[in-house]
């Protein structure tokens, strides 16, 4: 007997048993298909993070952020230093992976009014002529302001692609003028010199992206606000390095600027964010990987069984085959083969299933988090692998033992059997 005959025989009763066989499958299906649908949900969000971060500059940048007050001793204590922007090029020249620092100011619903009295409520970025390149900005139109504009403090700004539309319509902006309304005071005028490309809504920020308005930092301190302080740092250092290095650089050069105080000292860094979100994928995989193990387990038992009964079924033809010249190791591999293909199924279909479960909770959880236009799918070939692989060592695993008894059993005795 050929090994080509003892697998189209181990295969031939998977057919014939359709009901048996599908509730053998039913177990491995479960389980493949649970696993993988969160995987692939899960690595869905993972691109969705790391998609947000790049809309805000990339990984490899830490924000420092003022602290207005600290708590000491229970109390609440008032913080005075402030960042400068002299505090940004000493950090530039002493921290030798840092590549450059941008001051910022942010501020929300800042008024913007148009010549033809539309208005929008925009949010405001303050900074210095690197902020397109550093937060990744591309211009639809026009430029971006530059370092004249911001030594001179010109009354120049850039409009987001949203804030655009809402104050001029389909018209082009640039050359129009608009006025910014910040809190009580007077409002400024300022000349539209550029437009940028539409970046979508960030995970990070309440509003959308594309309602910004950019304007030079100076223009902010000594025409809006009065000020000669910055509220952000944005440190962009070389991909690679340990940020808690940097941070740590950061807050050294900082001390010896102001008086050994760093309590008015706080930051944020995407990276950790990122990791926090890689740990907690790791554990959620580990206990999946647990119950679907533990499934897949009970599966087995169930297909070891069927396996069984099936060599129960079949001694008499199992004598047969021996008796004109079938070899042990045809015997063994006729039922092994039956069990490897049942558990080829269930990965199959259970790859299917997966597939398919995962685009439905992707859709769903595009309407519970309305703030995502889209949640992919990410199933990875090496998943897809490892399922079929998992499959073909729990048929071998689960069907050794029935196909060894069936090839062990004598010709003799098996066709005395009543079949």
Not at 26 to 35: R, T
Not at 215 to 229: A, C, D, M, S, V
Not at 297 to 307: E, L, Q, R, Y
Request: some cysteine; aromatic content about 8%.
């Amino acid at each position: 007997m050929k090994l080509l005959d003892a697998i189209a025989a181990g295969v031939k009763p998977l057919s014939e048993n359709k009901l048996r066989a599908g509730l053998s499958i039913l177990g491995i299906f479960i389980g493949i298909a649970g696993v993988l649908c969160m995987v692939a949900i899960g690595d869905g969000a993972k691109r969705i993070l790391v998609e947000d971060i790049e809309k805000l500059g990339g990984a490899n940048q830490l924000t420092l952020w003022t602290r207005m007050s600290t708590f000491k001793r229970g109390r609440p204590r008032r913080t005075t230093e402030r960042y400068t922007v002299e505090d940004a090029h000493a950090i530039e020249a002493e921290c030798p992976e840092v590549l450059y620092v941008l001051p910022n100011h942010e501020n929300y619903e800042i008024l913007v009014t148009s010549q033809n009295g539309s208005q929008t409520r925009a949010l405001l970025e303050a900074s210095t002529a690197d902020y397109a390149r550093g937060m990744g900005w591309e211009l639809q139109a026009g430029r971006f302001f530059t370092e004249n504009d911001v030594e001179t403090a010109a009354q120049v700004c850039v409009l987001g692609s949203g804030a655009a539309t809402d104050l001029f319509g389909e018209a082009s902006p640039v050359g129009q003028e608009v006025k910014v309304r910040y809190h009580w005071r007077t409002p400024l005028r300022m000349r539209v010199v550029g437009v940028m490309k539409p970046k979508g809504r960030s995970l990070t920020w309440i509003y959308c992206l594309d309602d910004a308005i950019c304007l030079p930092l100076t223009t902010y301190q000594q025409r809006l606000e009065g000020i000669n302080h910055v509220e952000h740092l944005i440190v962009f250092f070389q991909e690679g390095t340990d940020f808690n290095s940097i941070v740590a650089s950061a807050k050294d050069t900082l001390r010896r600027r102001h008086r050994g105080q760093d309590d008015f000292i706080g930051y944020y860094v995407p990276q950790l964010t990122f990791h926090r979100l890689e740990h907690i994928q790791k554990v959620i995989k580990i206990a999946l990987g647990s119950i679907a193990g533990f499934s897949l387990f009970v599966s087995g038992i169930g297909i070891m069984n069927i396996c069984l009964v099936s060599v129960g079924e079949k001694t008499r033809e199992i004598g047969l085959r021996k008796s004109v010249g079938a070899k042990r190791i045809d015997i063994f591999f006729q039922f092994l083969t039956e069990s490897i293909c049942l558990c080829l199924c269930g990965a199959v279909l259970g790859i299917a299933g997966g597939w398919g479960a995962a685009h439905g909770m992707a859709w769903l959880a595009v309407r519970i988090v309305p703030i995502v236009e889209a949640w992919p799918v990410v199933l990875s070939l090496g998943w897809i692998l490892t399922s079929v692989i998992f499959s073909i060592v729990m048929g071998v695993g689960f069907g050794v033992y029935p196909a060894i008894r069936a090839a062990r059993l004598s010709p003799v005795d098996a066709l005395h059997t009543e079949g």
